[in-house]
């Protein structure tokens, strides 16, 4: 049996990321961007104020106080989207709302709240004088041009994830659209004779199909999109269809049929159409697995066979489809988030395989705790929806018990 990193690495050594394409910026959240961003302007575009309140000479407000106002002369008023048309000249001032251009002769502004304008407006209406109460600064509340994007800088790294953040910069440039790489297509099928659509009656000895619904959600999750090929019965003939189905996918993810019993004609269907790179991982749930490749030349089509198991089916899916995806679609950084916890119950590790045991990660006093969610059988898929977390125990440990720290994998995250 191989290791979880030593299946991993087999895995992401057949994985190559996917070609760009271009779309609207709001569809690409989360892709990762094809090619650098340079900008053609200035953000902002010109001096501008970061408040509500006067545009003036600093030199016109030094010695202000409350007790002692400087009076200066209101000549104009300005509003965010216009252009000033008059020039702050000593002793004067121009009222100036937030986003608004800096006055020609202005080198600072001074908020309402520093002036006595509310108590003038109270008996005057129309100003024509205000009194400022605090000194400014030459380049108080001015927020200069380019001094967030100059024009010619590179503001976008290629390889950079598109977070909400990045669309609003790539808006802010004026982008409508962006190059960004795929996000792959994953061809999703069940397998089993037990297993019957989720919209049909259950009769006697059947099961609903779970597994196509865990690994579609996984793969949204993560940046996929998935095509459900539906079940596949246990034969020869209904595997071949259902995998042709999925040819022109970036990835087919399997269920069942990868284990050793007289049924599990999965591994043999595809070992038939391609080549079988790996089968079983040194780690419990998950054990029977199966990674290769379908087809030849430029027409493979990566495959990988997970448990039929449904705890089983979505633990495997975290450690090798996830990455893989990520992969695909550019992204660097692959590891799950993790943190250190105390096991708060006691963990057998009797085959020397890696166990990841379902946990609720909670945290008081600065420290992370964690508690089995119940029954760890790999059928029990409750223990997954209760889960935020996945505990590691190391192949080599025998045991831990309520105390010891170990790592756990934040599903959440």
């Known amino acids: 049996m191989i290791s979880v990193e030593g299946a991993l690495e087999k895995i992401l050594s057949y994985v190559e990321v996917l070609e760009p394409e271009e779309k609207p910026i709001l569809d690409c959240l989360g892709q990762v961007l094809a090619t650098a961003i ?13 408040r509500d309140g006067y545009a003036v000479r600093a030199e016109d407000t030094y010695g202000a106080s409350p007790t002692s106002p400087k009076y200066l002369e209101v000549i104009g008023q300005v509003a965010a989207g216009y252009l000033p048309d008059t020039e702050v000249r000593p002793g004067t001032a121009v009222r100036i709302m937030t986003g608004a251009p800096i006055p020609k002769g ?36 001015v927020r200069h041009a380019g001094e967030d994007i100059a024009k010619g800088s590179l503001v ?10 990045e669309i609003g910069v790539l808006a802010s440039l004026g982008y409508s659209t962006a190059l960004v790489i795929r996000r792959p297509v994953v061809s ?33 999750k993560y940046g996929g999109i998935p095509k459900i090929l539906g079940i596949g019965r246990d034969s020869v003939q209904s595997l071949n269809e259902k995998i042709d189905e999925g040819l022109d996918s970036d990835m087919l993810i399997t269920s069942g049929g990868v284990s050793v019993g007289d049924y599990d004609i999965v591994k043999d269907v595809l070992a038939k159409r391609g080549e079988i790179v790996l089968w079983a991982v040194r780690m419990k749930p998950g054990k029977p697995l199966a990674f290769g490749v379908i087809g030849k030349g430029d027409n493979k089509l990566l495959h990988l066979g997970l448990p039929g198991n449904p705890v089983s089916s979505m633990i495997a899916f975290e450690q090798f489809a996830r990455p893989a995806i990520l992969k695909m679609m550019g992204k660097k950084n692959l590891d799950k988030p993790s943190v250190q916890a105390v096991m708060e119950n006691d963990v057998k590790n009797i085959n020397g395989q890696r166990i990841f045991a379902r946990v609720i990660v909670t945290k008081h006093e600065g420290q992370y705790h964690a508690h089995l969610t119940g029954p760890q059988k790999p059928g029990i898929l409750t223990s997954m929806a209760k889960a935020n977390g996945l505990a590691i125990i190391p192949e080599d440990t025998r045991e831990v018990k309520a105390g010891d720290i170990v790592q756990v994998q934040m599903l959440d995250w």
């Open 106 to 141: 202005a080198d600072a502004v001074v908020q309402f709240e520093d002036t006595d304008e509310v108590t003038r407006k109270s008996s005057q209406g129309e100003l024509s004088q205000i009194g400022i109460l605090r000194q400014a600064e030459k380049g108080s509340l």
């Open 38 to 50: 340079y900008s053609t302007i200035d953000i902002p575009p010109l001096d501008n104020s970061a």
């Open 188 to 220: 999703i099928l069940a397998t089993g004779d037990e297993l019957v659509d989720i919209n049909q009656t259950l009769s006697p000895g059947k099961i609903y199909n779970s597994n196509t619904y865990t690994i579609s959600a996984q793969t949204l």
């Open 156 to 165: 976008l790294e290629k390889g950079s994830v598109l977070r909400p953040s």
